[in-house]
T-cell receptor, first 113, second 115 residues
Framework: QQQVKQSPQSLIVQKGGISIINCAYENTAFDYFPWYQQFPGKGPALLIAIRPDVSEKKEGRFTISFNKSAKQFSLHIMDSQPGDSATYFCAAITSGSARQLTFGSGTQLTVLP | KAGVTQTPRYLIKTRGQQVTLSCSPISGHRSVSWYQQTPGQGLQFLFEYFSETQRNKGNFPGRFSGRQFSNSRSEMNVSTLELGDSALYLC??????????????FGPGTRLTVL
């Protein structure tokens, strides 16, 4: 059962544009929502994360928006750069005993120069 | 600080064989988690070890097993390999203690190909 649904599967954006990736979850026990960035040949790396008691978190060009009632969260990449071209995964986890990360299916982002 | 290291980086095996993958966590990290990454199923949690004990297990058959040593290094074993086991196997380490989430740092993975 896929507990975190991610869209779109792929995204092409012009340099300087805004990239938006959306995720929705089902399990209300999730209480931490990280986003990972993965380049080819590398493992995923934490980009930014949010807890559900916060509606928005910004770090540089990256912003997470969180809607607890809708059980949705999204990643916005402002001023997208070719170096941002990578696969992005949203994820969710409970901080209790079940600490496994549940990942979305991934979004392959291509930023055109 | 050195990152998470995984060995070997690439591995080719044939059906029916078994394989052991190794993961060395970041110094001071006591939790090691394993994930399988495939184009079709994405990233799926295999299991987590903390202080030499399996703390959580994902929905994988018993052919997949692991262990953790006293120095927090971990190994993952897959017996009776099947073609569908071809994947990138990722190891992630974290501090692991307490009730709150500790960031997981991923290694580069071991690319396993089963022929």
């Amino acid at each position: 059962q896929q507990q975190v649904k991610q869209s779109p599967q792929s995204l092409i954006v012009q340099k300087g544009g805004i990239s938006i990736i959306n995720c929705a979850y089902e399990n209300t026990a999730f209480d931490y929502f990280p986003w990972y960035q993965q380049f080819p040949g590398k493992g995923p790396a934490l980009l930014i994360a949010i807890r559900p008691d916060v509606s928005e978190k910004k770090e540089g060009r990256f912003t997470i928006s969180f809607n607890k009632s809708a059980k949705q969260f999204s990643l916005h990449i402002m001023d997208s750069q070719p170096g941002d071209s990578a696969t992005y995964f949203c994820a969710a986890i409970t901080s209790g005993s079940a600490r496994q990360l549940t990942f979305g299916s991934g979004t392959q982002l291509t930023v055109l120069p | 600080k050195a990152g998470v290291t995984q060995t070997p980086r690439y591995l080719i095996k044939t059906r029916g064989q078994q394989v052991t993958l190794s993961c060395s966590p970041i110094s001071g990290h006591r939790s090691v988690s394993w994930y399988q990454q495939t184009p079709g199923q994405g990233l799926q949690f295999l299991f987590e070890y903390f202080s030499e004990t399996q703390r959580n297990k994902g929905n994988f058959p018993g052919r997949f097993s692991g262990r953790q040593f006293s120095n927090s290094r971990s190994e993952m074993n897959v017996s009776t390999l099947e073609l569908g086991d071809s994947a990138l196997y990722l190891c992630a380490s974290s501090l692991g203690g307490g009730g709150t989430y500790n960031e997981q740092f991923f290694g580069p993975g071991t690319r396993l190909t089963v022929l």
